[in-house]
């Protein structure tokens, strides 16, 4: 069942790299960070990669295999033909630090710029009561391991570097649409605004919902239609709806 | 073509994709399916004849509503519009129904991927050096989506009406043809399509916070919602049904063809 | 050392998982400077691998449930060897601190009244986890990341700097404690991305490391467990207890060989799958231990009547305490009933609809369909063993977390003591939460009371930047050796000689090999490559943590001739009384581990007034019985 797979791995660091040629041993069952893992083990020790879970729950392991962001984790040898030769590369959009490690800051950065769950006044820990249908909407999006390969193929940033200063990727609008649609969040009776802020500070409107962030997503979360046109719907009822507006209750 | 990849300490890569599978594929299927919809769309707008069968009582869909003293008798909806002649009357219609497809959510995925390559893939570097998305003029204008979504309904209930109007038979009565079925299920197609837009999602439930306080809104979205998930193939499949119907009209109106008559 | 980054801070929280989280909110809190160190990105911590829920008796589903309940059923769970103290603060403080990440965004599971969902779990006497689907552990990491962010905005509104309290050093290694005249004065660190050295002083350092797992072949822990925390500890002067227990989760996936180990969450079992042998037999029965057998159903049909109706029918013995069922599985792999890929086979297909199983086991069903290409909804998973927790870890004081060494706490899996020989599901996020806390507090309340602060020696820091820096020169001796390959070799001897079933005979030349290893491992060579982002030299300074921990458990476990929770002996297979009271303590005192014996404290009256005297007997010796029976 063991085969000798062709990989071409991206080495390299900030200042240079290029694609370099390896051959490795493929058993049944593997997935791509296995073979990258035998590799550092019997060729490469210094093969930069980052991994924790290996088991598709972490999302740490995102790269780019033949050009696609993937979970190198969940990403099964047998998709390939055995003849292939299977490239792997950074994620394109962040800064790389050495081999398949990127900078990722970027995310953190964005992830601090969106404001947290505002407690409800007068309710005491114990106290909440939620239904079902009220929070899956906003468990769905919970369910986001931050992998970033959202990010990472989010042609707004990945194609134009200077958008990054405006625009905060789909993984933190769907935050914001995650605390907007919260049914206790109480940001909005605390003067805030969370619709308004997506559109301002986050850059919703440039998101021309291509829905690569929901093609990527390895938790399968429908991103553009659960998260980012609702999003843009709630916009559009605040700013560009005077009717909606006029009905809009809060607390509904 | 911009050279992003270089910039900010990105990993150096020369390729513009690496991808190894045929992703120019899908866009150009897009291409070409819109394309051809727009072309045939402008050549039957500029025809101004065969949209309307009178033995059969059938009238094209790209003619209705007929709005204008110049359609043909028969075919007129409701009030008709003073206008010359020469003046095709789905001009009067079109920009709403083109307006709602234009500014859907899917087909702005559709286009912008097809047509304007931004991005022509997933992980494909668009030709741009500027992007700037839906945030500006023109395109912020995509908002108005709402906007559109009431007169679809309407145009949706237009349809259904002369769905009904085409069950009339040959000869009085009730009767069938093969261009009352086509009607009918284009008129289901347009329905599921308008309703399962994320406009409608949103406005019958989705802008609801508490679903649990309102039951019957919820039921609604939650309908809505299993539409939606399908509305890119309702998207397609009213699109194509809207054109076979309007081409099986002008044959048969053009006297191409009789209807197949399966009853009266 | 000029170039060395300098910061100072009023504690250190080591790890950055529930406990690491949850003592740096309570810090900050307190209006402690606090540094989170942890060797991956925020927010990946390995707490995001646990599944079930965390166990609290908030009694939102039964309303029975107490913290009363919840205790016995830990007690019982570790075999009565539990400090008993941190179980019983544990079951009390539970549900507050469950009810607390509400306040911070969490969004649990709901009960139609709308509390929070509990699920039934293994040992767990009423439904008392509370969960989000199978990603529970997902959800509490990322609230209290989350918080911890709240936190940071907040200071950012004062400060104008997010970072003026709380700060976080993701991809960063503590390599070793400083001390300064037996109290912590800091911590000596390297960044992973570029191999630079920190220089962190500190009064207080919270170890939340987490566990030692990744010193087992199959295992499912992430590459995180190395035992830093644990060997920090021992050097620093601090003790370890109850090493000798190793838990292994019963089921892991056991096919394809690449993912052999992974979880499969037990609330599949709690949800209603079970355990059936090649032929399709519910071998389960068969293995209920006479320490059990009032709480536990003999017949499949009162097995599954327990799930509609839990107070007229015991429970399915699927649902025994995870040391039971995992031994149970050995067994019948041993004798020949196993599946073809060496493990039995866990049913949920049959046991519930289709829908069902996709939502409430949406990641198992994600798992397997990506990784084995199995349909859960419709066959059988094959499932074995995998080493998954260790009981064992730093002793510390139940109140505050303080260990013996000043200035030093731990919380979570790197803590000993809470769970005894064997720890319930459910038991380890609720642990991580409530003494995660208590170590926050426990460090404010040093701070508070500390008169002159600890200072740092530079020996110590070029002493430390040294050893860190070994393997670099190594490369050129002719004794270099591998790390990859050495880790191996120490993953086959814990896997093969410490693992879920022990041999004396075997455990010693356990030992022998060990001590071999640590000889090579001093050579541990980097070979290729720079400080730059190297996992090789990561690695080296990893192992170098595993082996000093792995002879721990190898030492005490041999010490311990009894079997007992995660701790199974061959050659000695009952559960013996006197060894109940023992408890094995772990030190390392000039470069060599040793093992001494103590006797555990009696446990407070009004708490072992909460059992039955005829439960009672089946643990403790009839002489510590008179003077129970005495005081009663």
């Keep these: ?252 | 073509m911009s050279a992003p990849t270089t910039r900010a300490g990105r990993a150096r890569t020369s390729a513009r994709t690496l991808r190894t599978d045929r992703w120019w594929l899908p866009p150009l299927v897009t291409f070409v399916g819109l394309s051809l919809f727009v072309i045939y769309g402008l050549v039957r707008t500029f025809m101004n004849q065969w949209y309307w069968a009178p033995e059969y009582h059938y009238l094209a869909p790209f003619y209705s509503p007929c709005l204008s003293t110049s359609c043909v008798p028969g075919a007129s909806h409701l009030f008709d519009v003073p206008l010359p002649g020469w003046f095709p009357p789905p001009i009067i219609v079109l920009p709403f129904v083109l307006g709602f497809r234009l500014t859907c959510y899917y087909y702005r995925k559709a286009y912008y991927r097809s047509f304007w390559a931004s991005p022509p893939a997933c992980a494909v570097t668009e030709p741009h050096s500027r992007y700037t998305g839906e945030s500006r003029f023109p395109l912020i204008l995509q908002n108005a989506h709402r906007y559109f979504f009431y007169p679809a309904l309407l145009v949706a209930a237009v349809l259904t009406y002369d769905t009904v109007i085409a069950f009339h038979g040959v000869g009085g009565g009730v009767g069938v043809g093969l261009g009352t079925v086509l009607m009918l299920i284009n008129a289901v197609l347009l329905w599921a399509y308008t309703l399962s837009c994320h406009s409608c999602r949103h406005l019958v439930g989705g802008r609801i916070n508490h679903f649990s306080r309102h039951p019957v809104r919820y039921w609604m979205w939650t309908q809505v919602t299993k539409l939606n998930g399908r509305h890119m193939m309702l998207a397609w499949a009213s699109l194509i049904s809207v054109a076979v119907v309007d081409l099986y009209v002008m044959l048969v109106a053009g006297g191409v063809f009789p209807d197949l008559r399966l009853i009266n | 050392m000029a170039d060395i980054e300098r910061h100072d801070y009023d504690v250190i929280v080591i790890g950055a998982g529930g406990a690491g989280l949850r003592a740096a909110i309570e810090a900050r809190s307190r209006g402690l400077r606090t540094a989170v160190v942890c060797k991956s990105l925020f927010g990946k911590a390995h707490t995001v691998m646990a599944e079930g829920g965390i166990a609290a008796s908030m009694g939102n589903v039964n309303s029975r449930d107490n913290w009363q309940v919840h205790y016995r059923d830990t007690m019982r769970g570790g075999k009565f060897l539990n400090n008993w103290r941190m179980a019983e603060l544990h079951a009390k403080e539970a549900p507050q601190r469950v009810w607390e990440l509400e306040t911070y965004g969490a969004l649990f599971d709901r009960t139609p009244e709308g509390k929070i969902s509990q699920r039934n779990f293994g040992g767990h006497e009423y439904p008392r986890l509370a969960h989000v689907g199978d990603r529970t552990g997902l959800e509490l990491i990322r609230t209290l990341q989350q918080k911890i962010v709240s936190l940071q905005q907040e200071d950012h509104a004062e400060h104008g700097d997010y970072e003026a309290r709380l700060r976080v050093y993701p991809e960063c290694t503590v390599t070793e404690l400083l001390l300064d005249e037996g109290r912590i004065a800091g911590a000596f660190a390297y960044w992973r991305e570029n191999g630079r050295f920190l220089r962190l002083e500190a009064p207080t350092v919270v170890l939340a490391t987490g566990g030692i797992g990744k010193s087992f072949k199959v295992t499912s822990n992430s590459w995180e467990y190395t035992g830093d925390g644990h060997a920090l500890a021992l050097r620093a002067g601090a003790n370890l207890i109850d090493m000798e227990f190793v838990q292994f989760h019963p089921t892991g996936m056991v096919y394809p060989p690449s993912v052999k180990g992974i979880l499969v969450t037990e609330s599949v079992r709690g949800d209603g799958g079970v355990l059936r042998d090649a032929e399709g037999r519910r071998f389960m029965f068969d293995y209920v231990p006479e320490v059990f057998k009032g709480s536990y159903a003999d017949s499949e049909q009162e097995a599954d009547g327990w799930y509609s109706d839990p107070d007229n029918n015991r429970r399915p013995p699927e649902l025994l305490p995870r040391d039971e069922v995992a031994r149970a599985i050995n067994s019948e792999v041993k004798e020949g009933r196993g599946s073809p890929h060496g493990g039995v086979y866990l049913d949920v297909a049959s046991r519930l609809p289709a829908e069902e199983i996709a939502r409430r086991l949406p990641s198992m069903h994600h798992q397997f369909k990506e990784l084995a290409d199995v349909d859960i909804t419709a066959e059988s998973m094959e499932v074995g063993p995998t080493c998954h927790y260790v009981m064992g870890g730093v002793e510390v004081d139940p109140d505050t977390a303080a260990s013996g060494v000043a200035g030093l706490f731990a919380a979570g899996e790197a803590a000993g003591g809470m769970h005894g020989s064997n720890r319930l599901g459910g038991n380890s996020l609720g642990d991580l939460l409530v003494f995660g806390k208590r170590a926050g507090a426990g460090a404010a309340e040093y701070v508070a009371g500390l008169g002159a602060r600890p200072e740092v020696s530079q020996a110590d820091v070029e002493a430390a930047e040294q050893r860190a820096l070994r393997p670099f020169e190594e490369s050129g001796s002719a004794a270099a050796q591998h790390p990859y390959a050495l880790h191996g070799e120490l993953q086959q001897v814990m896997n093969e000689l410490v693992g879920i079933i022990r041999r004396g005979e075997e455990m010693s030349s356990a030992l022998d090999e060990l001590a071999e290893l640590k000889d090579r491992a001093g050579h541990m060579a980097v070979f290729e490559g720079n400080r730059q982002f190297n996992p090789a030299w990561h690695l080296t300074l990893d192992v170098a943590n595993m082996l000093l921990v792995s002879e721990c458990v190898a030492r005490a476990a041999l010490r311990r001739t009894e079997s007992r929770g995660g701790h199974t002996r061959d050659d000695h297979p009952g559960m013996d009384a006197t060894w109940r009271r023992r408890q094995l303590v772990c030190e390392h005192r000039d470069g060599a581990v040793t093992v001494t014996e103590r006797t555990h404290p009696p446990m407070r009256r009004d708490l072992l007034e909460l059992f039955d005297i005829t439960e009672l007997r089946k643990y403790f010796t009839a002489d510590e019985l008179g003077e129970v029976t005495a005081e009663l």
């Excluded at chain 1, 390896?22 to 019997?42: C, F, I, K, P, S």
């Excluded at chain 1, 093969?47 to 740490?60: M, Q």
């Excluded at chain 1, 979970?71 to 398949?100: H, Y």
């Design chain 1, 1 to 252: 069942m063991a085969y000798q797979a062709h990989l071409q791995v991206w080495r390299g660091d900030a200042d240079s790299g290029e694609l370099r040629d390896y051959t490795v041993e493929a058993n049944e069952g593997e997935v791509v960070l296995d073979l990258l893992h035998r590799l550092q083990a019997t060729q490469c020790p210094d093969l930069a990669v980052r991994w924790n879970c290996k088991a598709g729950k972490c999302g740490s392991c995102s790269a780019e295999v033949n050009g696609r962001p993937r979970l190198t984790c969940m990403t099964r040898m047998s998709v390939f033909a055995e003849g292939e030769t299977i490239t792997v590369t950074p994620m394109r959009t962040f800064p790389v630090i050495k081999d398949l490690v990127c900078d990722v800051s970027y995310n953190y950065v964005k992830a601090r710029e969106v404001p947290s769950f505002t407690p409800p006044e007068g309710l005491e820990p114990g106290e909440y009561r939620m239904q079902q249908v009220d929070v899956q909407r906003s468990q769905e999006f919970r369910k986001c391991i931050e992998c970033f390969l959202c990010q990472d193929t989010c042609h707004v940033i990945r194609d134009h570097e200077e958008n990054k200063e405006s625009f905060s990727g789909p993984r933190f609008l769907m935050r914001v649409a995650e605390l907007e649609m919260h049914p206790l969040d109480s940001y909005e009776e605390a003067g805030g605004n969370r619709a308004e802020e997506a559109r301002g500070e986050h850059g919703l409107g440039m998101c021309n919902i291509t829905k690569c962030c929901t093609d990527v997503c390895p938790e399968h979360i429908q991103i553009t239609d659960n998260s980012l046109i609702p999003l843009k719907e709630r916009v559009a009822d605040q700013r560009y709806d005077p009717i909606t507006r006029f009905f809009r209750r809060k607390k509904d």
